[in-house]
């Protein structure tokens, strides 16, 4: 078991290391903003899946940590002790110093409470911003250049790429091995049963500070990295809907396992990366996501990997797999229903369409997928309802033939 | 069972109009086991919860060997050597026994919270953990996750979690709710064995358990104490009788 897992990291090491080989230059500064979402995702999940705390405001420590960076790039030019490649250890230091005071006052209550000032310091933040120009640039943002050091120009894409994969892989083993330290440990406890940690004598809001303070530290070194990557820094960071992605993605991908949120992450980037040129209606996509992952598989996709293994180990490879590929298909066929379905109707109902209908006075046809669709007839709905049933009923037959399989043992 | 653990004084405690603790006076001796009685809503449970640091009394002060501890947090107590157990089983049910076990023998460590150095490899942990395990008896269920285990069981493991800090006193609030005859002699068995040398306090309301347990009793009666001494000398006391042992007879059931 050990052995495989450490040949598969292993593996994703030289599959990650090789990358640049193998993507174009734009799909290489997507995989950086993936390697990024990553890292901010696997500190998110240390608060909310390893100490259940749940925080809906964790742009600040990102934020924080990529303004401190911007700072310093202009401010040192990449001289003194802190060049370029070290520059992310600033947004440690402030994603770790902003950590402690706001989880201070935060970690004072748990639960709803927790989450509500967590939220209303990120907006706190948020609204202040655009204020202080000085600080934090105003509407425009602040910009910076990354300075040649150590005999590296970081002028290319492959090199900033190396320098975020570097950092991100150093602070998940970090992340990781914080899971195996008495820290890490009572975090855990702190998760279960904070009130019986206090009566074994520890102190219950020190120990939620420091995992506050450790999820804002490495928070920090992701926003450090996306400043580096970008050149520049802009108040948005600071924007509900970073706080709210960091959210999904970490549940999307499952908080229960250490690389879930960091999955979850990745992958969503990379939809986001791919999908957001295609279409409008991405958020929606994302928020139907994390519906469907919240409502039946409440332990992220990672859980989903666990269940399958956990079948076929149970039923055996012959019995389980044909059932489990259908499932598959199934959501495939779902998928391409609610997809073709939604893509249609936001055309439909989008404002163009609609003042073309009007002086047209009939349905146009419109364009999606690369062909053109007839609205009114009765062909072009048919796709997404015999796509939707079909999925509909394979999925039934799967689940259905599965718990009977199983209900037979 | 030489000079006081512990020593409560004019103890009173009021939640709004109410006074639920009315004046306490309690001395319990070192290595002394002394089992507190009275009937249901006569302030055991808050009583604990005041010597605990749970709450803080509205008045009098409460001596831990000699230390004023009146008001104090919680954890600052118990590292005093104060542990207690919970009424309602408080344990880390998502977390296995062994690591149940485990974040509790940490806090004896020079430094429970570290974050440089790894947790199987501190020096001594993982004996004094399975020694506690084995103590219990609950070694078979070490890798269980302690929310699956029997009700007998979670009272055990809640036991070890209590003595895991080599405590000169513990409260036991209600150790035997709940459980069957037998749970209830093996579990009584476990006190005895593991409170020599402890001064223990325990809130118990199966009689036999008491009775056979305790060194002297305390009865509380709405908030006051009002007779302490032996076994013998509460069963004859005619004040107890009439105020709860008549009662307790007829309603074994503990709340």
């Not at chain 1, 590296?152 to 894409?157: E, N, P, Q």
């Not at chain 1, 590929?325 to 959501?331: K, R, S, Y």
């Not at chain 2, 009173?12 to 109410?18: H, P």
């Not at chain 2, 007879?249 to 059931?253: I, R, T």
């Given at each position: 078991?050990m052995?495989?897992?450490?040949?598969l990291l292993?593996g994703?090491?030289a599959?990650?290391?090789?990358?640049?080989?193998l993507?174009s230059a734009?799909?290489l500064n997507?995989?950086?903003?993936?390697l990024?979402?990553a890292?901010?995702?696997?500190a998110?999940g240390?608060l909310a899946?390893r100490?259940?705390?749940l925080?809906f405001?964790?742009a600040?420590?990102?934020g924080v940590?990529?303004f401190?960076?911007?700072?310093a790039?202009n401010?040192l030019?990449g001289a003194?002790?802190?060049?370029t490649?070290?520059l992310?250890l600033?947004?440690a230091g402030a994603?770790?110093?902003f950590?402690v005071?706001a989880g201070w006052?935060?970690?004072?209550?748990s639960?709803?409470?927790?989450?509500?000032?967590t939220l209303?310091i990120a907006?706190?933040?948020?609204?202040?911003?655009?204020?202080?120009?000085?600080?934090?640039g105003?509407?425009?943002g602040?910009?910076?250049?990354?300075?040649?050091a150590?005999g590296?120009?970081?002028?290319?894409?492959?090199q900033?790429y190396?320098?975020?994969?570097?950092w991100?892989?150093?602070?998940?083993?970090?992340?990781?091995?914080?899971?195996?330290t008495p820290a890490g440990?009572l975090t855990l406890g702190l998760r279960?049963?904070a009130?019986?940690?206090?009566?074994?004598g520890?102190?219950v809001h020190?120990l939620?500070?420091?995992?506050?303070?450790i999820?804002?530290?490495?928070?920090?070194i992701?926003?450090a990295?996306?400043?580096?990557?970008?050149?520049?820094?802009?108040?948005?960071?600071?924007?509900?809907?970073v706080?709210a992605?960091?959210v999904?993605?970490?549940?999307?991908?499952?908080?229960g396992?250490f690389l879930?949120p960091?999955?979850?992450?990745?992958l969503?980037?990379?939809?986001?990366?791919?999908?957001s040129?295609?279409?409008?209606a991405?958020?929606?996509?994302?928020?139907?996501?994390?519906?469907?992952?919240?409502?039946f598989?409440?332990?992220?996709?990672?859980?989903?990997?666990a269940?399958a293994?956990?079948r076929?180990r149970?039923?055996?490879?012959a019995?389980a797999?044909?059932?489990l590929?259908?499932?598959?298909?199934?959501?495939l066929?779902?998928?391409?229903?609610?997809?073709?379905?939604?893509?249609?109707?936001?055309?439909?109902c989008?404002?163009?369409y609609?003042?073309?209908?009007?002086?047209?006075?009939?349905?146009p046809?419109v364009?999606?997928f690369?062909?053109?669709?007839?609205?009114?007839?009765?062909?072009?709905?048919?796709?997404?309802?015999g796509?939707?049933l079909t999925g509909?009923?394979?999925?039934a037959?799967?689940r259905t033939?599965?718990?009977?399989r199983e209900?037979?043992? | 069972m030489?000079?006081?653990i512990?020593g409560?004084h004019?103890l009173?405690?009021?939640?709004?109009?109410?006074e639920i603790?009315?004046g306490v006076?309690?001395?319990?001796a070192?290595g002394e086991?002394?089992?507190?009685i009275?009937?249901?809503?006569?302030?055991k449970?808050?009583?604990?919860?005041?010597i605990?640091g749970?709450l803080a009394?509205?008045a009098?002060?409460?001596?831990f060997?000699?230390?004023?501890?009146?008001?104090?947090?919680?954890?600052r107590?118990?590292?005093?050597g104060?542990?207690?157990?919970f009424?309602?089983?408080?344990v880390f049910p998502?977390?296995?026994?062994?690591?149940?076990?485990r974040?509790?023998?940490?806090r004896?460590?020079p430094?429970?919270t570290?974050?440089?150095?790894?947790?199987?490899?501190?020096?001594?942990?993982?004996e004094?953990?399975e020694q506690?395990?084995?103590?219990?008896?609950?070694?078979?269920r070490?890798a269980?996750?302690?929310g699956?285990l029997?009700?007998?069981e979670?009272r055990?493991l809640e036991i070890?979690m209590?003595?895991?800090?080599?405590?000169?006193l513990?409260?036991?609030?209600e150790?035997m709710?709940?459980m069957?005859?037998?749970?209830t002699?093996?579990t009584l068995?476990?006190?005895?064995e593991l409170?020599v040398g402890?001064a223990l306090?325990?809130?118990?309301h199966d009689?036999?358990?008491?009775?056979s347990?305790a060194?002297?009793i305390?009865?509380?009666v709405?908030?006051?104490?009002?007779?302490?001494?032996t076994p013998?000398?509460i069963r004859?006391?005619q004040?107890?009788?009439?105020?709860?042992?008549?009662e307790e007879?007829?309603?074994?059931?503990p709340?």
């Open positions: 078991m052995r495989t897992s450490t040949f292993l994703a090491s599959l990650l290391a090789a990358m640049p080989a993507l734009g799909l997507a995989a950086v903003q993936m990024i979402a890292l901010f995702a696997s998110y240390l899946g100490a259940g705390m925080s405001g964790h600040a420590y990102f940590g990529a401190a960076t911007v700072h790039m401010a030019n003194g002790l802190l060049p490649p070290l992310p600033v947004g994603g770790l110093a950590g005071v006052f935060a970690t004072q209550r639960g709803t409470a927790f989450a509500m000032i209303a907006e706190l933040l948020h609204a202040l911003a655009p204020q202080l120009k000085s600080l934090f105003g509407e425009s602040i910009s910076a250049m990354r300075m040649p150590w590296l120009s970081f002028g290319s894409t492959t900033v190396y320098l975020t994969l570097a991100v892989l150093a602070s998940l083993a970090l992340l990781h091995f914080h899971t195996r440990r279960e049963n009130h019986r940690l206090r009566f074994l520890y102190d020190r939620g500070v420091s995992a506050f303070a999820s804002g530290l490495f928070s920090g992701a926003g990295l996306q400043v580096l990557a970008n050149e520049a820094a802009n108040y948005v960071v600071f924007d509900a809907h706080s992605s960091v999904l993605n970490s549940y999307i991908g499952g908080v396992v879930g960091a999955l979850g992450a990745a969503m980037s990379f939809f986001g990366y791919a999908v040129d295609a279409t409008q991405w958020l929606l996509y994302q928020g139907v996501l994390f519906v469907i992952v919240m409502m598989m409440p332990e992220g996709l990672v859980g989903l990997g269940t293994r956990h076929v149970v039923l055996g490879p019995r797999l044909p059932l590929a259908a499932g598959m298909l199934a959501v066929l779902l998928a391409g229903g609610t997809v073709f379905l939604v893509e249609l109707l936001q055309r439909l989008s404002q163009d609609r003042a073309l209908a009007a002086t047209a006075g009939a349905w046809p364009t999606m690369g062909r053109s669709w007839a609205a009114a007839s009765a062909a072009t709905w048919a796709w997404p309802a796509l939707l509909g009923a394979l999925m037959f799967a033939r599965l718990l009977a209900a037979q043992r | 030489s000079g006081t512990l409560l004019g009173r405690k009021s939640f709004g109009e109410t603790i009315r006076d309690l001395e319990l070192a086991r002394r089992a507190l009275g009937p249901n809503g006569a302030g449970s808050t009583l604990f919860h005041l605990s749970h009394p509205s009098g002060t409460i001596a060997d000699g230390l004023d501890i009146t008001g104090q947090a919680p954890q107590i118990n590292r005093l104060l542990a207690r157990s009424q309602i089983t408080n998502g977390l296995t026994v062994f690591e149940n076990i974040l509790a023998v940490l004896q460590q430094r429970p570290a974050f440089w150095q790894r947790v199987d490899r501190l020096p001594g942990l993982r004094a953990t506690l395990l084995e103590r219990v008896r609950l070694q078979a070490a269980a996750l302690a699956e029997s009700y007998s979670q055990s070890a209590t003595l895991a800090s080599d405590p000169r513990i409260l036991l609030d150790p709710a709940g069957s005859a037998e749970e002699d093996y068995a476990l006190i005895r409170t402890r306090l325990i809130v118990e009689m036999d358990v008491v009775f347990l060194d002297r305390s009865v509380l709405y908030g006051q104490v009002i007779a302490t001494g013998d000398e004859q006391h004040g107890v009788r009439e105020a709860y042992l008549g007879a007829n309603a074994q059931v709340a």
